[in-house]
């Protein structure tokens, strides 16, 4: 089953709606009355889910005329931040930065997850994808996955990779590849991008899978070398890097994706404000060159808050599916 960008993004977020230079015009029932508007990030600073929130937060402040404030919560595999958010009072004031491994991925391996992707949220939109990749030190013995691999063989279990955490797609594409390339890779969990990438330059893991958009830095520095990208295509950005497709493995074309949820029973008039900034915002001109450089990629078209929540549990229950056939089944701590 080859789980390509477009099987997996129904439709996506767009460039739409004028700037934020309007006034900043109040729902219906007076929201927002106070502040702060807190917006959980599920992932250490440095993250995905970080680096989108702090792109974001200005934007919805400027807009909604109220501080929007950027609270890390992270922990397996962004499940802690996320309960958390599902667990909140739906009055506006605490908002998620969903994400597609606490939201996506963990439904299918985690049996006793505390929260319903679905019917626990608010969802309201799809805010982009960027691609996935394996990484590895720029004086890594490590030329091509194909060194890689080889190596694996000759080691089951010994050689390692860092993910965003046990449980995060980032883990479940270790597994994957392990599975598809018949080698055994060693997981280390970190609670996030930017830890495990810290470890893996001091030279205390060998190897990572995580989101492109934390490593552009030091991909484009030389301090990194990319292996493989998720993509369908190879980047624009970095032609030289192969994807897992064209290197045998098109289980492996898929991307993490971050989109703005809330509580359930979010009003209806809050959901339609919150979208509506949304769009504006991915237009504004240093929003969307932030995006380019963390190689955040929109599609074509936005999806409603409706088509975003069924696109959340489409996506949750594809991946099932694949956690199931890979044997991945966790408890969480």
Known sequence: ????????????????????????????????????????????????????????????????????????????????????????APDGYTLVISHASPLGIAPGIYPKLPYNVVTDFSHIALIGHTPNVLIVPADSPYKTMADYIADAKKKPDQIAFGSSGIGS?????GELLSSEAGIKLKHVPYKGSAPSLQDMLAGVIPS????????????????????????????PMYPDAPTFAEQGFPKLTTSTWVGVSGPKGLPPEIVARLYDELQKAYKAPEVVERFKEVVLLPEDKPMTPAEYAKFVGDFATLWAGVSKSAGIQLELG
């Open 169 to 173: 797609n980032t883990h479940l594409m």
């Open 1 to 88: 089953m080859k789980l390509s960008r477009r099987t997996l993004l129904l439709a996506s977020t767009a460039t739409l709606g004028a700037g934020l230079a309007a006034p900043a015009v109040r729902a219906s029932n007076g929201w927002p009355a106070k502040q702060p508007i807190k917006l959980i990030a599920t992932f250490p600073p440095g993250g995905t889910a970080d680096t989108i929130s702090r792109i974001l937060a200005p934007k919805l402040s400027a807009a909604l005329g109220t501080q929007v404030v950027v609270e890390n919560r992270p922990g397996a595999g962004g499940t802690i931040g996320s309960d958390l958010a599902a667990k909140a």
């Open 208 to 235: 990572m899978f995580d989101p492109i958009t934390t490593n552009v830095p030091h991909i484009n520095s030389g301090k990194v070398r990319l292996l493989a990208v998720s993509s369908e295509k190879r980047l």
